[in-house]
C-alpha cells in the first residue's frame, strides 16, 4: 500500500516515539525525588520521541498524490484516518493540559513532559496524515469523487 521506503521511516519512527515516551516516563520520578532533571534518560527522551515523531509525519504528508482536504472532505475518509486524526489532537490537548498542570508543581517538570505528549502527537498525525493520503490517492486512481465537490476527480485515463 504504502512504498516501502515510506513503511520504514515510519515503522522506525513509531518505535522510536515509543522508546522516548518510556524513557520520559522513566524520568518523571527521577525528576520529582530529586528536584534536578536526570540528563542522562531526558536528552534520549528528547531525541527519540521527537526525532520519531517527525520521522513519521514527513513520509506521512507525502503519500497524497493530490490535495487532501480534512474538513470538507470529512465524510468520505476512511474511519481508521478519522479516528487517527482525532486521537492526534486528544493526545496534544492532554498533553497541553498535564503540561500546565505540571507547572504548578515544578517550573522545569513540563520541560520534561513536552516531547513525552510531542513525540506520539507527531507519530499519530503522521499516520492519520498517511491514510488520509492513501484514501484520497485510491478515489483519484478510481474516480470516485464526492458528490458535493465541485471539482472532478482526476485519474491516470483523464
Not at 515509543?18 to 520529582?32: E, K, R
Not at 527519540?48 to 513519521?56: E, P, R
Not at 506520539?120 to 488520509?132: K, Q, V
Request: glycine letters at 14%; hydrophobic letters at 55%; aromatic letters at 8%.
Amino acid at each position: 500500500m504504502f512504498a516501502r521506503e515510506t513503511k520504514l521511516w515510519m515503522a522506525g519512527g513509531s518505535v522510536s516515539v515509543l522508546a522516548g515516551v518510556v524513557l520520559g516516563l522513566l524520568a518523571v520520578p527521577a525528576f520529582l525525588a530529586a528536584g534536578t532533571p536526570e540528563l542522562g534518560l531526558q536528552l534520549p527522551s528528547l531525541v527519540l520521541s521527537l526525532g520519531g515523531g517527525y520521522a513519521v509525519v514527513f513520509p506521512g504528508l507525502r503519500v497524497a498524490r493530490t490535495k487532501v482536504s480534512i474538513y470538507r472532505g470529512w465524510r468520505q475518509h476512511p474511519g481508521s484516518a478519522k479516528a487517527l486524526w482525532i486521537l492526534s489532537y486528544a493526545v496534544g490537548i492532554i498533553g497541553l493540559v498535564t503540561c500546565i498542570l505540571a507547572g504548578g508543581i515544578s517550573p522545569s517538570l513540563p520541560g520534561l513532559l513536552v516531547w513525552v505528549f510531542m513525540g506520539p502527537y507527531l507519530a499519530l498525525s503522521g499516520w492519520a496524515s498517511a491514510l488520509l493520503g492513501m484514501a484520497a490517492n485510491v478515489r483519484l486512481m478510481t474516480g470516485i469523487v464526492d458528490a458535493r465537490d465541485p471539482t472532478p476527480a482526476r485519474g491516470p485515463a483523464q
